[in-house]
């Protein structure tokens, strides 16, 4: 499985971002797709995961309002709409695609997030 992210970039306090993955070659077995986000000096964290199968979907509180992850017909794109970007939100972004029950883990190379004032 390969995940290539785009989107990325660097952008003004307010702006809105879309970041894009896309995953390739054997899927059948990933059950849920994700974005995770990693700044300097921290520790990385989800922002974002969705279900291949039901397209549930799930964002933390602390961007709920303002983040939203989504995927494409054929299930082999997740997105990641960002609005009102704060500083904050200044981080290297990872997409993830994910078997059941954590057997295996797929990242792609991850894509850099400014956001300055």
């Known amino acids: 499985v390969r995940l290539v992210e785009s989107g990325g970039g660097s952008v003004q306090i307010g702006s809105s971002l879309r970041l894009t993955c896309v995953a390739s070659g054997s899927l059948s077995r990933i059950n849920f797709m994700s974005w995770y986000r990693q700044a300097p000096g921290k520790e990385r964290s989800l922002v974002g995961s969705i279900s291949t199968d039901t397209r549930r979907w799930f964002v933390p509180g602390l961007v709920e309002d303002r983040f939203t992850i989504s995927l494409n017909d054929a299930r082999n794109t997740v997105f990641l709409q960002m609005n009102d970007l704060k500083p904050e939100d200044t981080a290297t972004y990872f997409c993830?695609?994910?078997?059941?029950?954590?057997?295996?883990?797929?990242w792609g190379q991850g894509i850099q997030v400014t956001v300055w004032s």
């Open positions: 993830g695609a994910h078997e059941p029950q954590g057997s295996y883990d797929y």
